[in-house]
């Protein structure tokens, strides 16, 4: 069963930055996508930055050249680099895991997209 785990969030004020992780267990896929999404009170959630298996990434245009994503496929982790945070930035973020099917189309930053998510890391940015 896979199962994700996030961690490394909390409280900064705004500049700062932070690291979130999400440690994967109970899967062997050789081609998948993985994502970071974010869900602020109110709003919808939405996504933040994916990376695909070969390494192709995606950023939403609010974070692009603020974050970065990564992975490190021998530990099955993935980062979310986060730099001059913004107090708009606050929400809860969530990774997610998906398989992916060579030569078909797969949008990384669709939530309907991924079928496993991990529980949320809070993040608070205060101005």
């Known amino acids: 069963q896979v199962q994700l785990a996030e961690s490394g969030g909390g409280s900064v004020q705004a500049g700062g930055s932070l690291t979130l992780s999400c440690a994967a267990s109970?899967?062997?896929?050789?081609?998948?996508?993985r994502a970071w999404f974010r869900q602020a009170p109110g709003k919808e959630r939405e996504g933040v930055a994916g990376i695909v298996s070969n390494g192709r990434t995606d950023y939403a245009d609010s974070v692009k050249g603020r974050f970065t994503i990564s992975q490190h496929g021998a530990k099955n982790s993935l980062y979310l680099q986060m730099d001059s945070l913004k107090p708009e930035d606050t929400a809860m973020y969530y990774c997610a895991l998906e398989t992916m099917t060579l030569g078909l189309p797969f949008n990384l930053l669709v939530s309907n997209e991924y079928t496993y998510w991990g529980q949320g890391t809070q993040v608070t940015v205060s101005s």
């Open positions: 109970g899967y062997t896929y050789s081609h998948y996508c």
